[in-house]
């Protein structure tokens, strides 16, 4: 009940762009970051991005530098990642997060269920 939900993934060809959002609970404490995180099959949870609310501070994975943009909109309690350039590499499951910071899901508090994201070949 107090989870950020996602939305916004789906299947898009190599090459292409996509835009997922994430709506923070209004249920949710008072939050000064939030981030996105990506799983693959098999694979282990990977930080992707994270935007601080109060100082707009940014951090992303090496990998997704120059292909996606995390930003905010305060007034509607949200955060997108905007994914330009998409590989099949990037194919994973993708989790919204609040209330941390850093590269290990360890460190944030709050999580969304998941948006597929599929990047065909």
């Known amino acids: 009940q107090v989870q950020p939900v996602e939305s916004g993934g789906g299947l898009v060809q190599a090459g292409g762009s996509l835009r997922l959002s994430c709506a923070a609970s209004a249920r949710t404490p008072s939050t000064y970051s939030m981030g996105w995180f990506r799983q693959a099959p098999g694979k282990e949870r990977e930080f992707v991005a994270a935007?601080?609310?109060?100082?707009?501070?940014?951090l992303y994975l090496d990998s997704v530098k120059g292909r996606f943009t995390i930003s905010r909109s305060n007034a509607k309690n949200t955060v997108y990642l905007q994914m330009n350039s998409l590989k099949p590499e990037d194919t994973a499951v993708y989790y919204c997060?609040?209330?941390?910071?850093?590269?290990?899901?360890?460190?944030?508090?709050?999580w969304g269920q998941g948006t597929q994201v599929t990047v065909s070949s």
């Open positions: 997060a609040a209330g941390g910071w850093g590269t290990s899901a360890y460190e944030w508090t709050y």
């Open positions: 935007i601080n609310w109060n100082g707009g501070s940014t």
